[in-house]
């Protein structure tokens, strides 16, 4: 009698499977022994071929299959993460189409770095185009609210120049802002950034109590988490106070520039950068609000810092000096305002005749000291702002 057919195949199938997963073990130690020595391409050679076999024997959603496509997704990530040219990171995402599809997450993550290195390269529209069409498959495949949907739209808004293919940097911002605010906690830390960032760009569309509010929630919410005294606080507080003085909000900005100034000048000393933009952003809303002899004290030891430290004919020296001359006049003193200006004019015309250095800004400010009394003039020296700390360069 003849034996029974599963008697006679069942032997030979486990021999052959046996034999099989030695090969895919062997396979895999290869590859894994390849990214230690960072040959990326090398290690893809070895797991393609062996998912793709694995795929054939075991089907799509074998636990194996799936090991193996984690580690090919693994050293797609390494090799993405290396600094790698466009040309190798557009062989990563054909490789990932390939191997892993289309929707897959991997893919999609390897489309976003390759659509990075272009905004990184100034190649700003094709950078943009990919993003737009990703944002379009992530939100059809991982929907609106998930994580690498808003890392891809929290890109768009990282670069105004991206904003067009998603109507404006506004809306991008209130898009993504909506989906953070609908996932995320009130005082999670990247909502609050994100918050920062929208009032970022509010307020270089001159939009200012729209950003005001997305600060002052923004510094509460690092208040409650970190406290006041917190570094990340003390920036959110810098921005209001700058924010404040956009608006000639001059008694409102006042203590908020005390206490960053106080802060900094505890943080990192009496006169470091920092801390001396703060002191005369802190002497001009004085000026402003009518506190002149506080004003003065101010202006003369930001003026004294920065000449110790910088000399006398650096730009912030030149402008420090300016400051107090603007002090002085408005207290009622033209003729110690003009003296002490006088310098700081005089300097900067002799460097502008060497051929170097600005001139044209100390000269209206110099105009500006030499009016006659009256009435504030319309055009008065602004403190500086985080984005113009050089304007007079």
């Known amino acids: 009698m003849d034996p029974e057919p599963s008697s006679v195949t069942a032997p030979a199938d486990c021999r052959l499977q046996a034999r099989r997963e030695a090969a895919w073990a062997a396979s895999a130690r290869e590859a894994e022994a390849l990214l230690a020595r960072s040959d990326f391409a090398g ?10 076999h694995q795929v054939r024997v075991l089907g799509e959603n074998h636990p194996k299959v799936w090991q193996t496509r984690t580690r090919l997704g693994a050293v797609m990530e390494a090799m993405s993460s290396c600094g790698f040219s466009q040309e190798e990171l557009r062989r990563v995402v054909t490789a990932n189409k390939r191997t892993l599809g289309l929707d897959h997450p991997d893919t999609l993550a390897s489309r976003r770095r390759l659509a990075a290195s272009y905004l990184t390269g100034r190649e ?17 495949v991982l929907g609106r609210d998930h994580p690498e949907t808003l890392a891809t739209l929290e890109l768009v808004v990282s670069d105004p120049r991206t904003a067009s293919h998603f109507g404006s940097a506004e809306t991008a911002f209130k898009t993504v802002l909506a989906a953070r605010e609908r996932v ?7 909502l609050v950034a994100l918050r920062l960032r929208f009032a970022e760009e509010l307020s270089r569309r001159e939009k200012h109590p729209d950003a005001e509010r997305l600060i002052r929630s923004a510094l509460a919410s690092r208040v409650r988490t970190l406290g006041p005294d917190h570094v990340e606080t003390e920036s959110a507080r810098a921005l209001l106070a700058q924010n404040l003085l956009a608006q000639r909000l001059f008694a409102a900005a006042e203590p908020e520039l005390r206490q960053v100034f106080l802060a900094r000048q505890e943080r990192l000393g009496p006169a470091a950068p920092e801390t001396l933009r703060f002191r005369s952003r802190l002497a001009f809303a004085l000026r402003e609000t009518g506190n002149l002899a506080a004003a003065e004290r101010e202006a003369r030891h930001t003026l004294a810092h920065y000449e110790r430290s910088l000399g006398t004919e650096d730009l ?3 402008r420090a000096r300016f400051d107090l001359a603007f002090v002085l006049k408005a207290a009622g003193y033209p003729e110690a305002a003009c003296a002490v200006a006088r310098p700081a004019w005089e300097t900067a015309r002799r460097i502008r005749q060497q051929g170097w250095g600005p001139y044209g800004p100390f000269e209206l400010l110099w105009k500006l000291i030499n009016l006659p009394p009256g009435p504030a003039p319309s055009v008065v020296p602004q403190p500086p702002t985080e984005t113009t700390e050089r304007h007079l360069g």
């Open 43 to 52: 290690a893809i050679r070895r797991l393609e071929p062996l998912m793709r």
């Open 124 to 140: 700003v529209s094709t950078g943009a185009g990919l993003l737009s069409d990703l944002w379009q498959d992530q939100v059809r």
């Open 184 to 190: 995320a906690a009130p005082d999670d830390p990247e």
């Open 316 to 318: 912030d020296s030149l």
